[in-house]
């Protein structure tokens, strides 16, 4: 199976904290991407990073590739109250498709 | 730009109903997915559209099946409800079948009892 793994599965930070959480997959991809979920709602697309590039950064996050490794980081600097929710990354599906494929995701818990 | 909504928003039905959840995409998008995701669990992707054509399936049987329209809009039916059917459906959009951001519905929270 292709499907990304979140490690750790549960993080409980203070406000201002820097969050980290690492997906790890098994097969080489196309491109990872990162998402998330709050409360059991719609998932919000945060980042794409295809397998040719090693870091990409949009406000707070920062995320890295590395394919030797087959795994990405996902990184919340100074962290809010309103980013507490779940985490997933997708990465491609069987056979190469575009087809994302979730892993179980973090959930992140920031504590005001 | 209207983005993804699905209906209905919840539903409960019983064991062996059938039912059809919708999906509207967002303007411009050509390309529909959807998932399947349990309490705790990841999505897991059931099927995707692409200009009205299957473009791959996940591990679901035969009874889960699906559909899009010309205006790219997509329903999701299922028959023979099953107690483990009970999941947040959510509903996908993107462009084209590159591997592109894939904007979300909020879902439809299905309850089988």
């Known amino acids: 199976s292709q499907q990304g793994e979140e490690d750790p599965q549960a993080l409980s930070i203070q406000e201002g904290e820097n969050a980290t959480m690492n997906c790890s997959y098994k097969t080489s991809i196309n491109n990872l991407q990162w998402y998330r979920q709050n409360s059991g709602r719609g998932l919000v697309h945060l980042i794409l990073i295809r397998s040719n590039e090693r870091e990409k950064h949009s406000g707070r996050l920062r995320v890295t590739l590395d394919t030797s490794k087959k795994s990405s980081s996902l990184l919340i600097t100074a962290s809010r109250a309103a980013d507490t929710a779940s985490y997933f990354c997708?990465?491609?599906?069987?056979?190469?498709?575009?087809?994302?494929?979730f892993g179980r995701g973090t959930s992140l818990i920031v504590h005001p | 730009e209207t983005g993804v909504t699905q209906s209905p928003t919840h539903l409960i039905k019983t064991r062996g109903q059938q039912v059809t959840l919708r999906c509207s995409s967002q303007s411009g998008h050509n390309t529909v997915s959807w998932y399947q995701q349990a309490l705790g669990q990841g999505p897991q992707f059931i099927f995707q559209y692409y200009r009205e054509e299957e473009n791959g399936r996940g591990n679901f049987p035969p009874r889960f099946s699906g559909l899009q329209f010309p205006n790219y809009s997509s329903e999701l039916n299922v028959n023979a409800l099953e107690l483990d059917d009970s999941a947040l459906y959510l509903c996908?959009?993107?462009?084209?079948?590159?591997?592109?951001?894939?904007?979300f519905g909020p879902g439809t929270r299905l309850t089988v009892l």
């Open positions: 996908a959009s993107s462009f084209g079948l590159a591997g592109n951001e894939q904007f």
């Open positions: 997708a990465t491609d599906g069987p056979g190469g498709s575009y087809i994302p494929t």
